[in-house]
């Protein structure tokens, strides 16, 4: 079964770090691309980074750049968002998800069960 | 950043009937927009890629069509378990944008 399972959310106080984790079966993990995406209840969906294949291509949405970082161990079969400086309006659950095609990228076929962060004093 | 507007906000229908949910882009995008179903507590699902292809296990009743900036994803006959919120979302260029969605209600 192809699966995702998403990890490391949780209760952070504004500034603070965390790290997701993305354990990825059941495909060729280091033939995708992947993704982070969040939402909220208020802003909705919101695509946050991308990562390619083998690590060469990487984009950030403005809302997170220089602040989040991804990442992907293919030897392990995960993927990670390094989340420092956070805010408030970081609160969301966050989702991994991957390129539905090889050689292309942007349509998520399988996404992650969701991952609650909360930033809060 | 190309912006994604859905319409209606809300379609109220009954089971059986046809809905149909527009999407426009702000700018062209040509046929690089995908549509997804979600559920409460669930992650989206991938129903429709590059504007009129179905998703691997998608049924039939699901189709999407346009191209440039208007795009329609059209359910022939909706099913009880259709009822949810739909998302268009671009891959023509980065960042990538999601719309605000269009939630199907039963009538």
């Known amino acids: 079964e192809v699966q995702l399972v998403g990890s490391g959310g949780g209760l952070v106080q504004p500034g603070g770090s965390l790290r997701l984790s993305c354990a990825a079966s059941?495909?060729?993990?280091?033939?995708?691309?992947m993704h982070w995406v969040r939402q909220t209840p208020g802003k909705g969906l919101e695509w946050l980074s991308y990562i390619s294949s083998g690590s060469t291509t990487i984009y950030y949405a403005d809302s997170v750049k220089g602040r989040f970082t991804i990442s992907r161990d293919n030897a392990k079969n995960s993927l990670y968002l390094q989340m420092n400086s956070l805010r408030a309006g970081d609160t969301a659950i966050y989702y991994c998800?991957?390129?539905?095609?090889?050689?292309?990228?942007?349509?998520?076929?399988?996404w992650g069960q969701g991952t609650m962060v909360s930033v809060s004093s | 950043e190309i912006l994604l507007t859905h319409s209606p906000a809300t379609l109220s229908l009954s089971p059986g009937e046809r809905a149909t949910l527009s999407c426009r882009a702000s700018q062209s995008i040509s046929s690089y927009l995908a549509w997804y179903q979600q559920k409460p507590g669930q992650a989206p699902r991938l129903l429709i890629y590059d504007a009129s292809n179905r998703a691997t296990g998608i049924p039939a009743r699901f189709s999407g069509s346009g191209s440039g900036t208007e795009f329609t994803l059209t359910i022939s006959s909706l099913e009880p378990d259709d009822f949810a919120i739909y998302y268009c979302?671009?891959?023509?260029?980065?960042?990538?944008?999601f719309g605000g969605g269009t939630k199907v209600e039963i009538k």
């Open positions: 998800t991957k390129d539905q095609m090889l050689g292309t990228t942007g349509s998520f076929d399988v």
């Open positions: 059941g495909f060729t993990f280091n033939n995708f691309g």
């Open positions: 979302q671009q891959r023509y260029s980065w960042p990538l944008t």
